[in-house]
């Protein structure tokens, strides 16, 4: 009718809604900026219908990347006072601390990034940048990162992606993958030192009922010694696994855990031994401490506690140490290297470090944005940096130090829930001789962001 086709002309030139000054919110209206008027939303039932508040804040977020996109092109701009010939004055003259100087010309080389995109190569030419990818996880040395890709069919391809070829004149990474382990979803990733670092992935697969835990040889996954092909290592049906880690601490060897509903289950791979720990609450998060075989969980009842898992099973939860408590669901930790310290991000968007010495909170780190997606955390406390993904799809990146927010980088492409990105960031992107930055795989793409 022409009332409909009024409000589709309208909604072609429309522009995010932004109220002017001292107006009240009207329900079931809209204000646009443009035209200093409101206009009356339509059922959202109607897929036919333009004009609904999800479709209204999709485009308002659209909006607003495109626009920092653009922004992204040019020439970054950082705070006053803050480029390289300044701060190497300022350190010389004796005005500034090696640790305030280290801090700052952190700060400067972040908001120096440009995004790039990595060439993928692959010995079969159906592989590379047909699927879209859902996780990335690298190694201790970031010589490889092991993918998981989601596939037509509604399962999964997993691959490993070796670095060695990304250099700083080349951007160009070769990618293999092993069709046989190709059907699972998978909620949860880590790699496990078994014969040697990093020799093995853990895998949380989802089934419809039961889950599967596997140990897969990273081998699996290599263009190398073809002959060579271990079978699985570990793989046994579980309930719903959410999380896991892998014990690098030589009094529980062999070990890895698993985050269940309702329960923590610790299995040691070459024995078959396994010890449950049941708890109140779905364990999301979990990391082995590396100088004492204890295992950190967070839970989605935002409790956060402590195992040592040299003891044995016992009843009720007085097994329980460290315990720490946020007002949501715990989705993330990082244990610090020096073991005082812990990391959680939860799905309120807090992200906290805790003193485990006093079990109390001393910094939080703001502006990140989770409603209900397991989103990790990445530290590298040698650049002195934080970085997660929220699940507006924008990749934000703190200083350590003072919680500062240094950047905030948009996705290349249109935020939804099937494509929020997965980061890596190191120092030594494909190992000891390797370059510095950030990667980012998104849709069937991935980019890097030059660090240096």
Sequence with gaps: DSNKLSYLSDFATFSPPCPPPHSEELPGFYYDSEKNRYFRLLPGHNNHNPLTKDSIEHKAMECKRLRL???EQKQKTTRAGLNSSLLLQKRQLGLLSSTSYCRLVHELKVNCMQRRKIEIHSPDSSVAGTNNFKIIVADVACERIFT???VEHGGCKY????????????????????LYFTNRKVNSVCWASLTHPDSHLCLMGIAETPGCASLLPASLFSSTNPGDRPGMLCSFKISTAWSCAWCLNPQADNCFSTGLTRRVLVTNVVTGHRQTFGTSSDVLAQQFATQTPVLYNGCRSGEIFSIDVRQRNRKGQSWKATRLFHGSAVTSIHLMEAEHYLMAADMAGKIKLWDLRTAKCVKQYKGHHNEYALLPLHVNEEEGLLIAVGQDCYTRIWSLQDARLLRTIPSPHPSSKDAIPSVVFSSRLGGSRGVPGLLMAVKQDLYHFSYN
């Design 69 to 71: 996109l653009e922004e």
């Design 159 to 178: 691959g490993i992606i070796n670095l060695s070829g990304l250099g700083k004149e080349s951007l160009t990474v070769e990618m293999y993958d092993n």
């Design 148 to 150: 998981v890709n989601d």
